[in-house]
């Protein structure tokens, strides 16, 4: 029904928002396993939470005409890296290492590019990995290697990110200084903040882990009748 209501001008971005669509689900599938299998298995999941989202043709074009090229399908595909983007939201920035390590391993997920805003971050105070990955899509006409964007970040770091993002659009980069300092303050107190609440996180999983020795220790003398 759709597809007979479809011009022949739309097939092509049809065509590239299905393939975008294929590739958020191969990788969603991935991180569902890897939530799955922490959840299950292990004692601590790294991931708060995960948003997919592909970008919808309208916003394609705003970007494309923002950054000064024709909203057409070609440069789409030739200047875009995020028509499909992911981020997965971590309790604690070691977990954001963890879940790039665990992606990187994956044969199929190649890693284009790497842009470490914790380690540097943005002058406004921005903290975020960002991760560019091509996946493999098998269409019946063949494999069509498809980029993502990935952002990962702490729940406190997208916190901030969202009401910046908010802002930065409001005002078309041009926000008083009045609210931008006050961001720039808020960024570092998010950074304490995360650093205080990893250090918290820290202390409790060796108390649990002296614990369990202790416990294994009570266990096996009791196991040689010393008790
Ligand atoms: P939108 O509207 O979200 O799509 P470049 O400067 O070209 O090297 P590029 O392509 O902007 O880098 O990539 P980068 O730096 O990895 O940023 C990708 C996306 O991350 C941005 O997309 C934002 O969504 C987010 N981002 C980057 N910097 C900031 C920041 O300072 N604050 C917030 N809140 N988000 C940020 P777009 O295309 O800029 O915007």
Redesign the pocket.
């Known amino acids: 029904m759709y597809e007979a209501l479809m011009t022949e001008e739309m097939k092509p971005w049809r065509d590239l928002l299905l393939v975008h669509n294929f590739a958020v689900n191969e990788v969603k599938t991935k991180l569902q396993i890897l939530d799955e299998e922490f959840r299950n298995i292990h004692d601590y999941n790294p991931i708060e939470h995960i948003r997919y989202r592909v970008k919808k043709p309208n916003s394609i074009s705003e970007?494309l005409i923002r950054l000064g090229y024709e909203p057409t399908i070609e440069n789409a595909r030739k200047h875009l890296?995020?028509i499909a983007?992911i981020r997965i939201i971590c309790s604690f920035t070691t977990d954001i290492y963890k879940v790039f390590d665990l992606l990187e391993k994956q044969d199929d997920i190649e890693i284009i590019q790497i842009?470490d805003?914790i380690k540097n971050p943005?002058k406004?105070g921005?903290k975020?990995l960002?991760l560019?990955i091509d996946i493999p899509v098998y269409l019946s006409s063949g494999v069509v290697p498809t980029r993502i964007?990935i952002?990962i970040r702490t729940i406190a770091m997208d916190f901030?990110?969202?009401l910046?993002?908010k802002i930065?659009?409001k005002y078309r980069n041009e926000a008083p200084s009045s609210i931008t300092d006050r961001l720039k303050v808020c960024a570092n107190m998010i950074s304490i903040l995360d650093e205080r609440m990893l250090e918290i996180k820290n202390e409790i999983t060796s108390l649990h882990d002296n614990e369990n020795t202790l416990d294994k220790h009570v266990i096996s003398e009791v196991e040689l009748g010393k008790e």
Do not use: P, R, T, V
């Open positions: 970007k890296s995020d983007g842009k805003y943005k406004n921005y975020s960002h560019l964007e952002q901030w990110a969202s910046e993002h930065y659009y």
